[in-house]
């Protein structure tokens, strides 16, 4: 059964997509002031965009006990799914309000003497490594522990020296009508390895050392070999 939206008293947010309700209300008797379809469908819209149980009961005029009593109720099966729905819904607001702490801080109030006089903005640090974190792990992700980043000592100069000089070409042929230059895109970014793979790397540099010094020696005893026997044949010739 789909239900329309019921008006809910709130503030305006017409930010975040609405949330669709569509779920079987449990069916309950008739009660000027118990659990009507209606308000059941308007429970979970409040729930949805406020992400507190307290608060959704409190816009369908209804005790937090009774939401809990109906929710466990065997019939209640859809009501119990769309609350979860409505709660993973609402996580959004929650990181929306987190990213917005993150960058803009929280005002904090200045009192001296008794009296607010202003007040100052902190910031979370660890609320914004968190958010980095986890919100963009390809660049601040956990992996990245167990990595180690290579790049030339002059990596970024180089790097800086071939994107203005990108720069340039693609600014002249736009200037003069020419045609862009095709070509593949700069690798900027230091490139990662795994302790593995480091160790993995310093087993093959150390079997490739030990076959050019088996090499070096090979060709030491062929040199030396050859002298011998053009001494062997000197002495020969001399006799």
Not at 93 to 103: T, V
Request: aromatic share 10%.
């Amino acid at each position: 059964m789909t239900h329309g939206r019921t008006p809910i008293p709130q503030e305006a947010e017409d930010d975040v997509p609405a949330f669709e309700t569509d779920f079987e209300p449990v069916p309950v008797r008739a009660r000027h002031d118990g659990w009507a379809p209606e308000k059941q469908v308007a429970f979970i819209e409040a729930l949805a965009e406020c992400g507190c149980v307290d608060h959704a009961c409190g816009r369908v005029g209804m005790s937090v006990t009774s939401a809990y009593a109906l929710r466990r109720r065997i019939d209640a099966q859809s009501f119990r799914v769309a609350w979860d729905a409505a709660l993973d819904y609402a996580v959004r607001r929650l990181s929306d309000a987190a990213f917005s702490r993150a960058i803009n801080g929280v005002a904090r109030p200045v009192f001296y003497q008794g009296e607010q006089i202003g007040e100052r903005r902190y910031y979370d640090e660890r609320l914004t490594m968190f958010m980095l974190r986890y919100r963009d792990p390809a660049r601040y992700g956990a992996w990245l522990d167990l990595m180690e980043a290579r790049r030339r000592p002059d990596g970024e100069a180089i790097a800086l020296t071939h994107a203005l000089g990108r720069v340039a070409e693609d600014a002249y042929a736009e200037a003069f009508g020419t045609p862009m230059p095709s070509r593949d895109p700069l690798d900027l970014e230091p490139h990662f390895v795994t302790e593995r793979e480091q160790q993995q790397a310093w087993i093959a540099e150390n079997a490739a050392r030990k076959a050019d010094n088996a090499r070096a020696c090979d060709d030491w005893r062929t040199y030396t070999d050859a002298d011998d026997d053009d001494g062997d044949t000197d002495a020969d010739g001399g006799a």
